[in-house]
């Protein structure tokens, strides 16, 4: 293995959310007077932290969003995910494999701490992720595609940025991950690979992963 570290972001590469969630932001904003498509969602919010909705509904329409706006939108979210969410196909034969060759890794999402391990718990995930292998944009001060989450992922885990590599399906995530100084593979399950420009690799099957990583 060339990596001592595999950080996996975790919304579309761990588990099936990003459509779930893409759907109802899309649906809550256009519902706030904020006409928003799946395919806007998916453009403009896919793979960041919750800051960067607010930041760019304000400079597009000098609006705020509603203070409880967070709340409402992951309490939809985590409904949702009761009914519907699925782990990424693969996923677990992934984490098996790394689990099986001692090689370590950990998970580094936009997420938050709360939504990070709903969808683990509800997928069966939760079962590879202890809390010391979680990490969250709210432990740092910027998230994606600021490369401060996957440094300090890195940093907690006691492994150097370039023996990291990290896995992405979002544009965002690939800019911060370079910008870590780490390898990243694209995953284009959901992304068309040229969103995912500046990766290592890209691949579009998760069990292709493990003989990517050598």
Same mark, same amino acid.
């Given at each position: 293995? /060339?990596?001592?570290?595999?950080?996996?972001?975790?919304?579309? =590469?761990?588990?099936?959310? $990003?459509?779930? #969630?893409?759907?109802?932001?899309?649906?809550?904003?256009?519902?706030? *007077?904020?006409?928003?498509?799946? $395919?806007?969602?998916?453009?403009?919010? !896919?793979?960041?932290?919750?800051?960067?909705?607010?930041?760019?509904?304000?400079?597009?329409?000098? /609006?705020?969003?509603?203070?409880?706006?967070?709340?409402?939108?992951?309490?939809?979210?985590?409904?949702?995910? $009761?009914?519907?969410?699925?782990? =990424?196909?693969?996923? =677990?034969?992934?984490? *098996?494999?790394?689990?099986?060759? *001692?090689?370590?890794?950990? =998970?580094?999402?936009?997420?938050?701490?709360? /939504?990070?391990?709903?969808?683990?718990?509800?997928?069966?995930?939760?079962?590879?992720?202890?809390?010391?292998?979680?990490?969250?944009?709210?432990?740092?001060?910027?998230?994606?595609?600021?490369?401060?989450?996957?440094?300090?992922?890195?940093?907690? !885990?006691?492994?150097?940025?370039?023996?990291?590599? %990290?896995?992405?399906? #979002?544009?965002?995530?690939?800019?911060?991950?370079?910008?870590?100084?780490?390898? %990243?593979?694209?995953?284009?399950?959901?992304?068309?690979?040229?969103?995912?420009?500046?990766?290592?690799?890209?691949?579009?099957? !998760?069990? $292709?992963?493990?003989?990517?990583? *050598?």
């Amino acid at each position: 293995m /060339r990596y001592d570290l595999v950080i996996f972001d975790n919304d579309g =590469v761990l588990v099936d959310s $990003e459509p779930i #969630s893409n759907r109802l932001l899309a649906a809550y904003l256009t519902e706030l *007077g904020h006409p928003t498509s799946y $395919e806007d969602s998916i453009r403009d919010y !896919m793979g960041s932290a919750m800051h960067r909705v607010h930041d760019l509904v304000e400079e597009r329409t000098g /609006r705020r969003l509603p203070a409880d706006f967070d709340d409402v939108f992951h309490a939809r979210v985590f409904a949702a995910f $009761e009914r519907e969410l699925k782990p =990424v196909a693969g996923a =677990v034969d992934v984490l *098996g494999k790394l689990e099986a060759d *001692g090689t370590a890794y950990c =998970v580094a999402s936009s997420g938050s701490h709360e /939504r990070i391990r709903v969808g683990h718990r509800t997928t069966g995930l939760d079962r590879w992720f202890g809390d010391e292998l979680i990490f969250s944009s709210q432990d740092v001060g910027r998230g994606k595609p600021a490369p401060d989450l996957f440094l300090y992922a890195a940093e907690r !885990m006691g492994v150097a940025p370039e023996r990291c590599v %990290v896995v992405e399906d #979002s544009p965002l995530g690939v800019r911060a991950a370079v910008a870590a100084g780490m390898d %990243v593979y694209g995953f284009t399950a959901m992304t068309p690979a040229e969103k995912l420009g500046g990766a290592t690799r890209l691949f579009a099957d !998760m069990r $292709e992963l493990p003989g990517l990583l *050598g």
